[in-house]
């Protein structure tokens, strides 16, 4: 087929093939039709008919003798176009046999089944089995592979979530360690901060910072990379709060390590008055959780045990026994303005962040009358990360929740969090969150399973102003597909998920952006053979 334009495009001329005589003549006007229209026009249609042939061609070479133009192009374009449908030739003995359910115990002490698809391949040539015994071998070849994956990803949840509830005999080292140092040294019992430095602690014109932990090294970590990446290391006040059983260890390393010029602020709770009066709603709520958790999980054995439920609602709920979950330092938090009743603003920062910025713009930000200013986690380029609304932690089968919440509202994150007390102050947050905690204990954990997040969605719903996800990098503790060069580049990363920084199960990429702020030549750290790597 050829194509003849006039130069002046004034005449198009299309030829099937050199020597036959003209097959199609036009002549365009100068003004009346447009000349550019009508030669793509006919441009588009010649290809067509090209790409008609070339269908009609296939159809002949497979065998299909009564087959127009039209009819084939409809079959290649797809089902049910053109009329014409596209007809399987999959034997319907072979869908019969793999919708069969299969025997809970068919499969078991068989050693017949192939265990590769090379074994399987080998005995279908050498057998020559019809449709119906093809099917069935099939069917037991995958359904025993399929036993087998689920036995080993349950397996796998099982050991990370031993490897991340257990601490590490390095981490228990240490605290051995700091705590006989703190009975032995005098140098390691200093009064933190000096007396000097403790009208600073309620100075609102300093930066504070809270941090809640009973993890030593992990604590110093954040101290370290906070201060090292301060701008005004002088205006910076840290104040860390632990548990009874870490206020030693905790005291001996910040006497023994100080990060002047900051001011660190170490207190046990025991130590805060409000803690110590009457019955403290936190700890109530804890000891119940407790005993609710105890009764209707049974423990990871009876959990693993299950053979009916989906690998990921098992890993779900070994995560809910997590001891973070029910620990004290998890929960403090929603306490506050009781805690610091002296101070206007705060920065809360979770044990597993690394600061790798000034954070001292954080008190520039205008949160607008909101209490919290935070990260939220359903929008960004990391789809796996940021991709959290309120459905992915509240059960809205249940009428308390769907009647009160909308499931695409847009989550948030804790870890690095900006506080106003002073607004907090002013309304009942802390008085909800202990509402739905307590509504979640009657309703034996139907609202949500895990994590103190949950009732913080609820209780801080209406009262959160968003900021920039800069300031706060999620999920590298559940995932390695962030790139070392994306974490470097964020304000704050969290190590938020199974796979901490301090244990062997952390993802080895992201680990040197934690252990850079270790110095693996303190006496303490070498002697507890804490590495790198």
Not at 68 to 77: A, F
Request: aromatic share 10%; glycine share 4%; charged share 20%.
């Amino acid at each position: 087929m050829q194509l003849h334009i006039s130069p002046s495009l004034r005449h198009v001329t299309v030829l099937p093939g050199k020597g036959v005589r003209e097959f199609i003549k036009v002549t365009v006007g100068s003004r009346r039709v447009s000349y550019r229209m009508l030669f793509y026009s006919l441009l588009f249609f010649t290809f067509l008919l090209r790409f008609v042939f070339v269908m009609t061609a296939v159809d002949n070479i497979e065998g299909e003798t009564k087959c127009s133009s039209i009819g084939c192009l409809g079959k290649r374009l797809g089902p049910k176009i053109m009329g014409r449908r596209l007809e399987s030739n999959v034997p319907e003995v072979i869908y019969q046999v793999l919708e069969e359910p299969i025997g809970k115990d068919e499969l078991k002490g068989r050693s017949d089944i192939p265990q590769t698809l090379e074994e399987f391949m080998a005995e279908i040539k050498e057998s020559k089995l019809d449709a119906r015994s093809f099917a069935l071998r099939l069917r037991e070849m995958v359904s025993l592979l399929e036993q087998r994956t689920r036995t080993a990803k349950i397996q796998e949840y099982l050991y990370r979530h031993v490897a991340s509830s257990s601490i590490p005999k390095q981490l228990h080292c240490l605290d051995l360690r700091l705590a006989n140092e703190h009975s032995t040294n005098a140098a390691a019992r200093l009064q933190l901060p000096s007396a000097e430095l403790v009208p600073a602690l309620v100075d609102n014109s300093y930066f504070h910072f809270v941090l809640a932990s009973d993890n030593v090294l992990a604590a110093s970590v954040v101290a370290t990379s906070l201060v090292r990446n301060s701008l005004r290391p002088q205006k910076v006040v840290l104040h860390i709060i632990t548990d009874r059983k870490t206020y030693f260890p905790m005291q001996a390393w910040f006497s023994l390590h100080p990060l002047l010029p900051a001011i660190i602020e170490v207190k046990a709770l025991h130590h805060f008055d409000w803690f110590s009066k009457g019955k403290v709603p936190v700890l109530e709520a804890m000891e119940k959780d407790q005993k609710v958790r105890a009764q209707f999980r049974g423990g990871s054995s009876a959990i693993v045990a299950n053979n009916t439920e989906k690998p990921v609602v098992i890993a779900a709920k070994l995560q809910a026994l997590s001891p973070k979950y029910n620990s004290i330092m998890n929960h403090i938090r929603i306490n506050l303005p009781e805690l610091f009743p002296s101070l206007n603003k705060v920065v809360f920062l979770d044990d597993d962040i690394v600061v790798q910025t000034d954070l001292s713009p954080l008190w520039d930000i205008e949160l607008n009358g909101k209490v919290n200013g935070a990260v939220e986690t359903c929008r960004g380029g990391d789809k796996f990360v940021m991709s959290k609304k309120l459905k992915s932690y509240l059960n809205f089968s249940h009428p308390l929740i769907a009647e009160n919440f909308d499931p695409e509202e847009c989550a948030w994150a804790y870890g690095m969090n900006i506080f106003d007390l002073e607004a907090w102050r002013k309304t009942n947050i802390s008085q909800t969150y202990h509402h739905w905690v307590e509504q979640n204990l009657k309703s034996e954990l139907s609202l949500w399973q895990l994590g103190t997040l949950p009732p913080g969605l609820i209780a801080f719903h209406g009262h959160v102003h968003v900021i920039d996800p800069f300031w706060h990098m999620l999920g590298l503790g559940y995932q390695d597909n962030t790139s070392f060069a994306d974490a470097e580049s964020a304000g704050v990363i969290h190590f938020n998920g199974r796979a901490k920084p301090w244990l062997d199960i952390a993802f080895p990429k992201l680990k040197p952006l934690w252990t850079k702020y270790i110095n693996f030549s303190d006496k303490f750290i070498k002697s507890c053979h804490i590495r790198a790597s």
